[in-house]
Structures are given as structure tokens and as C-alpha cells.
């Protein structure tokens, strides 16, 4: 049996303003992809093989034939991103909030994992999160991302 490369992941959002968003996300120290970034939409660089999409609402809505989610009253997503340390979660939540995010929930000390939330612009709710190197022989493979 042959090992199959490691998979890749694009996750899609839609965005109001694409400019805003992009400017956003560049403030919490995100890089994006030109090549894959037009006018409608935006290749968000996470790692070398994550991705967030950030399409405009009118295209995203050319993906799907529901609606797009209401994140005013729905969450449709929470999208966990690790941090190296509890100071970068800190700064990434500070910064998200200084640049026109909004909390989300008090953030959750465990010890050994520390995690805290805010939203974007448009309502998504993005969870940074901080893991101890112990963490990983404790679950075993990688463990599930939510301070919840």
C-alpha cells in the first residue's frame, strides 16, 4: 500500500468587502496567495497546505444553492487556528478586536491548552488556540482544536 500525499484544505468564507477583509486578516499577520486573488476573491495563506478562501458574497453564492449563513444569529463555522505560545493567541484576539473584530467568548485556560475567540468582520468565528508540546503524546495524534 502506498502513502498517499498529505492532503490540502480550502476553506471558503464569503466576505462583504473583499479590500476590508484582506486588510483584516494582513493586520493578524496573514500573507495571501496573488496568484489565486482577484477582484472576487482572495487565497488566504494558513500553512503550506491550508488555505481560506475569501470570496466575495456574490461569488461564494455561485458555489451553493442554499443561503449564505446570517453569522449575526448563526454560526455556520469555528474556525480554530493554532498559535505558539498564549501570547500569540493573545495578540492575535487583541489585534483582530483593534482592527474592527469583536470577541467572542472569554478565553479558556486549561493548562496544558489555552484558547480565546473572536469575529471577523463578517461575523465568522475564529478560535486561536495554544497547545502544550505534552499535548500531542497525551491524545495521541492530533488532538481535536476547541477550548470549549
Known amino acids: 500500500m502506498t502513502k498517499s500525499a498529505p492532503r490540502m484544505m480550502f476553506v471558503n468564507l464569503p ?8 486588510a483584516f486578516f494582513t493586520a493578524l499577520g496573514f500573507t ?3 496568484r489565486f486573488t482577484n ?3 482572495a487565497c488566504m495563506i494558513v500553512s503550506d497546505s491550508a488555505y481560506v478562501m475569501l470570496l ?15 453569522t449575526a444569529t448563526h454560526t455556520e463555522a469555528l474556525l480554530c487556528i493554532s498559535c505558539d505560545s498564549r501570547e500569540a493567541v493573545q495578540q492575535m484576539v487583541e489585534t483582530a478586536v483593534q482592527h474592527g473584530g469583536r470577541h467572542a467568548l472569554p ?3 486549561h493548562g496544558v491548552m489555552f484558547g480565546w475567540s473572536f469575529y471577523d468582520l463578517d461575523g465568522h468565528h475564529w478560535e486561536p488556540a495554544w497547545m502544550a508540546a505534552s499535548m500531542d503524546a497525551e491524545c495521541g495524534a492530533a488532538p481535536v482544536c476547541s477550548s470549549s
Open 15 to 22: 466576505v462583504r468587502n473583499l479590500k476590508q477583509s484582506m
Open 32 to 34: 495571501f496567495n496573488l
Open 39 to 41: 477582484e472576487v476573491g
Open 56 to 70: 466575495e458574497d456574490p461569488f461564494f453564492q455561485t458555489f451553493t444553492q442554499q443561503k449564505i449563513c446570517d
Open 107 to 109: 478565553s479558556k485556560d
